[in-house]
């Protein structure tokens, strides 16, 4: 890289804010920081491994919650709109951050920054605003208690401006709940138990207002770039159905895979909740997230029957699946309120649905009684008893108290064989059907913040990609496929960090566009544009590899993962899938032996530590890392 000063694209300026002083402190962004890491997850992940205190817990005041904007972030790139907060995880103990769309992260961007660093916490509940150069805390003792709509709506009357963009937490964060989120708007959801790291900081809120601008280094190649996405890349579907379009072949072929805490793939209800339907009953309007042209998001409004005035944005296809299909409820109008629940009380989606499946299961069995669940029936499709437990869970109500610590410690506190039924790697739960599908396996046991499909979206039986193909074996493309998939999933998660960088859309750069639309070299050319700062493709592509590499090393140091945590849940190796494509098959261990050992030896892993290896980390420059994990015990 011939140049590393950057003349566009960052904001240039990191704030750091000690929430126990109230000190405000703004640092000029480092422009080796920014070419060694982009921007985005990617100084998010180092700040955590370079300032989290490793034998603290998450929630301990020291250990610092980052949110980041990327260098694309709030320019005209379509799509551009992302940001990411990090912190230790309280659910995985390892690396976390989370990721969401919609306009807070743009407005960042607009007001002149690239990352927040709060550390401390507050001696009573505060929320930052921003205004350009202005900063400051104030007084959020009145919005304790208040729900993230309620919060947002409070905020900006408060200060006098509707154009305000916030991100919050409701009362599941503020109880450190968990499985807690932030939401910023309606329903954009940075999720991965970010929330209650918020909340054990006594910060309610970030608000946030920017009239700047965005500058770009090259603005007339730049703006050609961006015509020529929006003039070629178009998906007419996802504008149509948004994500939950992909029920539509889920109740063709009569199999969803994420059903019934996984123990089926039949859900004849599936027919009644489909995006056709919503479109037909319920939608009011689509909405895009910051310079989007996709739009995959909606709008909703119920107006007659048991939840008529129910208004909303989404559903995603998480939410379908959390509040539809897990728990075989059939009622679109109850799972667009159990939606609604979930982002005003502010709890992940998929986290929360998974440990209510769970529950629901495990009631099932008989392993939970009536008595124990406070008199809830937890029979599957009662939507009512769901609408109880989100509220329950985020207020640690009843036995809320117990699933709002995640599918883990829940079935740890149940005891009497619930364990079985427990589906989490790392402490965070895992929604879909993976038999048969090798890519999900290794996809989801290698993710560097727990069970996540957008760590490695898998490509298993679903995307002809060529580079695949052609680099790693036909095989490798195959679900139950194990040659070629080690080297093909590292480089499915390498590519899908590249937008974290950046902070733009996956949906739209990555998973819609099949891995084949945008290249490395195109993503370097963006960045080229856009930062003045010169890069190829492969440079860029090792920075994607030098995050993982990072991730994983705080996952090795502070969490003390190894291979003994990249494992699967029992149940997924003892009993058969029912249905589908999948029908009468189950995981073998030894091939799942295979795919990890495959996969190690193509990160340049320690096969037994998982740790990456000293030749590994210098490769990419981070000596400073490989001398630290030295030093462990």
């Given at each position: 890289?011939?140049?590393?000063?950057?003349?566009?694209?960052?904001?240039?300026?990191?704030?750091?804010?000690?929430?126990?002083?109230?000190?405000?402190i703004k640092e000029p962004l480092d422009p080796e920081?920014?070419?060694?890491?982009?921007?985005?997850?990617?100084?998010?992940?180092?700040?955590?491994?370079?300032?989290?205190?490793?034998?603290?817990?998450?929630?301990?005041?020291?250990?610092?919650?980052?949110?980041?904007?990327?260098?694309?972030?709030?320019?005209?790139?379509?799509?551009?709109?992302?940001?990411?907060?990090?912190?230790?995880?309280?659910?995985?103990?390892?690396?976390?951050?989370?990721?969401?769309?919609?306009?807070?992260?743009?407005?960042?961007?607009?007001?002149?920054?690239?990352?927040?660093?709060?550390?401390?916490?507050?001696?009573?509940?505060?929320?930052?605003?921003?205004?350009?150069?202005?900063?400051?805390?104030?007084?959020?003792?009145?919005?304790?208690?208040?729900?993230?709509?309620?919060?947002?709506?409070?905020?900006?009357?408060?200060?006098?401006?509707?154009?305000?963009?916030?991100?919050?937490?409701?009362?599941?964060?503020?109880?450190?709940?968990?499985?807690?989120?932030?939401?910023?708007?309606?329903?954009?959801?940075?999720?991965?138990?970010?929330?209650?790291?918020?909340?054990?900081?006594?910060?309610?809120?970030?608000?946030?207002?920017?009239?700047?601008?965005?500058?770009?280094?090259?603005?007339?190649?730049?703006?050609?770039?961006?015509?020529?996405?929006?003039?070629?890349?178009?998906?007419?579907?996802?504008?149509?159905?948004?994500?939950?379009?992909?029920?539509?072949?889920?109740?063709?072929?009569?199999?969803?895979?994420?059903?019934?805490?996984?123990?089926?793939?039949?859900?004849?209800?599936?027919?009644?909740?489909?995006?056709?339907?919503?479109?037909?009953?319920?939608?009011?309007?689509?909405?895009?997230?910051?310079?989007?042209?996709?739009?995959?998001?909606?709008?909703?409004?119920?107006?007659?029957?048991?939840?008529?005035?129910?208004?909303?944005?989404?559903?995603?296809?998480?939410?379908?699946?959390?509040?539809?299909?897990?728990?075989?409820?059939?009622?679109?109008?109850?799972?667009?309120?159990?939606?609604?629940?979930?982002?005003?009380?502010?709890?992940?989606?998929?986290?929360?649905?998974?440990?209510?499946?769970?529950?629901?299961?495990?009631?099932?069995?008989?392993?939970?009684?009536?008595?124990?669940?406070?008199?809830?029936?937890?029979?599957?499709?009662?939507?009512?008893?769901?609408?109880?437990?989100?509220?329950?869970?985020?207020?640690?109500?009843?036995?809320?108290?117990?699933?709002?610590?995640?599918?883990?410690?829940?079935?740890?506190?149940?005891?009497?064989?619930?364990?079985?039924?427990?589906?989490?790697?790392?402490?965070?739960?895992?929604?879909?059907?993976?038999?048969?599908?090798?890519?999900?396996?290794?996809?989801?046991?290698?993710?560097?913040?727990?069970?996540?499909?957008?760590?490695?979206?898998?490509?298993?039986?679903?995307?002809?990609?060529?580079?695949?193909q052609e680099h790693f074996g036909e095989e490798a493309?195959?679900?139950?496929?194990?040659?070629?998939?080690?080297?093909?999933?590292?480089?499915?998660?390498?590519?899908?960090?590249?937008?974290?960088?950046?902070?733009?859309?996956?949906?739209?750069?990555?998973?819609?566009?099949?891995?084949?639309?945008?290249?490395?070299?195109?993503?370097?050319?963006?960045?080229?544009?856009?930062?003045?700062?010169?890069?190829?493709?492969?440079?860029?592509?090792?920075?994607?590899?030098?995050?993982?590499?990072?991730?994983?090393?705080?996952?090795?140091?502070?969490?003390?993962?190894?291979?003994?945590?990249?494992?699967?849940?029992?149940?997924?190796?003892?009993?058969?899938?029912?249905?589908?494509?999948?029908?009468?098959?189950?995981?073998?261990?030894?091939?799942?032996?295979?795919?990890?050992?495959?996969?190690?030896?193509?990160?340049?892993?320690?096969?037994?530590?998982?740790?990456?290896?000293?030749?590994?980390?210098?490769?990419?420059?981070?000596?400073?890392?490989?001398?630290?994990?030295?030093?462990?015990?």
């Amino acid at each position: 890289m011939e140049n590393s000063t950057y003349s566009g694209g960052y904001a240039g300026t990191i704030l750091r804010v000690n929430l126990d002083t109230q000190e405000i402190i703004k640092e000029p962004l480092d422009p080796e920081l920014a070419r060694t890491f982009i921007g985005g997850r990617g100084i998010n992940s180092w700040l955590l491994y370079r300032e989290a205190l490793p034998h603290e817990s998450p929630f301990h005041p020291g250990n610092p919650l980052i949110f980041g904007a990327g260098p694309l972030t709030g320019t005209m790139l379509p799509a551009a709109s992302r940001f990411t907060v990090t912190a230790r995880s309280p659910l995985t103990y390892g690396h976390g951050d989370a990721n969401a769309g919609g306009f807070f992260g743009p407005e960042l961007k607009l007001a002149g920054y690239d990352h927040i660093i709060f550390k401390g916490k507050s001696s009573s509940p505060v929320y930052l605003w921003i205004e350009n150069d202005r900063v400051e805390l104030r007084d959020a003792r009145h919005l304790w208690g208040k729900d993230t709509w309620e919060t947002q709506e409070l905020i900006r009357k408060e200060l006098g401006d509707e154009d305000i963009q916030i991100a919050c937490i409701g009362p599941a964060g503020e109880n450190l709940v968990r499985v807690a989120c932030i939401i910023h708007g309606l329903k954009r959801a940075a999720a991965k138990a970010m929330g209650p790291i918020m909340g054990s900081k006594n910060l309610k809120a970030v608000a946030v207002r920017g009239t700047k601008g965005v500058k770009v280094a090259q603005p007339d190649e730049f703006f050609q770039i961006c015509a020529r996405i929006l003039k070629q890349y178009q998906r007419k579907d996802l504008t149509l159905y948004g994500t939950p379009i992909s029920l539509f072949y889920e109740a063709k072929t009569g199999c969803s895979w994420a059903t019934k805490n996984l123990q089926t793939t039949q859900f004849p209800g599936i027919k009644n909740i489909t995006p056709d339907k919503f479109n037909e009953k319920y939608l009011h309007r689509l909405k895009a997230c910051f310079g989007c042209s996709l739009s995959c998001g909606r709008t909703y409004i119920i107006k007659e029957g048991e939840f008529q005035g129910v208004k909303g944005e989404g559903p995603e296809l998480a939410a379908c699946w959390s509040w539809g299909t897990q728990p075989q409820v059939d009622n679109l109008a109850a799972v667009l309120k159990s939606d609604v629940l979930s982002n005003q009380m502010g709890v992940d989606c998929i986290e929360t649905g998974d440990v209510i499946a769970f529950a629901m299961e495990c009631y099932e069995k008989g392993i939970l009684s009536r008595e124990e669940t406070g008199g809830l029936d937890l029979s599957w499709g009662n939507y009512r008893a769901v609408h109880a437990l989100i509220e329950q869970i985020a207020r640690r109500q009843g036995i809320g108290e117990i699933l709002g610590e995640g599918m883990r410690i829940a079935a740890q506190k149940i005891g009497k064989g619930a364990e079985y039924y427990c589906r989490h790697i790392k402490g965070q739960s895992f929604p879909a059907e993976m038999r048969g599908k090798h890519g999900s396996v290794l996809g989801y046991l290698t993710s560097t913040r727990g069970a996540d499909h957008l760590r490695g979206i898998a490509i298993d039986d679903l995307m002809p990609v060529k580079y695949i193909q052609e680099h790693f074996g036909e095989e490798a493309l195959k679900g139950e496929g194990v040659k070629g998939k080690g080297k093909a999933t590292k480089w499915v998660q390498d590519m899908t960090t590249i937008p974290d960088l950046f902070g733009v859309c996956k949906i739209f750069y990555v998973l819609s566009a099949a891995y084949t639309d945008f290249t490395p070299d195109d993503f370097a050319r963006i960045y080229t544009t856009a930062t003045g700062m010169e890069m190829s493709g492969e440079e860029l592509f090792r920075a994607s590899e030098r995050i993982y590499n990072v991730e994983q090393a705080f996952n090795v140091k502070v969490g003390g993962f190894s291979r003994k945590d990249d494992c699967l849940p029992d149940r997924l190796f003892e009993e058969q899938v029912d249905g589908g494509s999948a029908k009468g098959k189950t995981l073998k261990r030894d091939a799942v032996e295979k795919l990890l050992d495959e996969y190690y030896e193509a990160r340049g892993w320690n096969k037994s530590t998982t740790a990456p290896t000293r030749e590994t980390l210098e490769k990419l420059g981070l000596h400073s890392i490989a001398n630290d994990l030295e030093k462990r015990p």
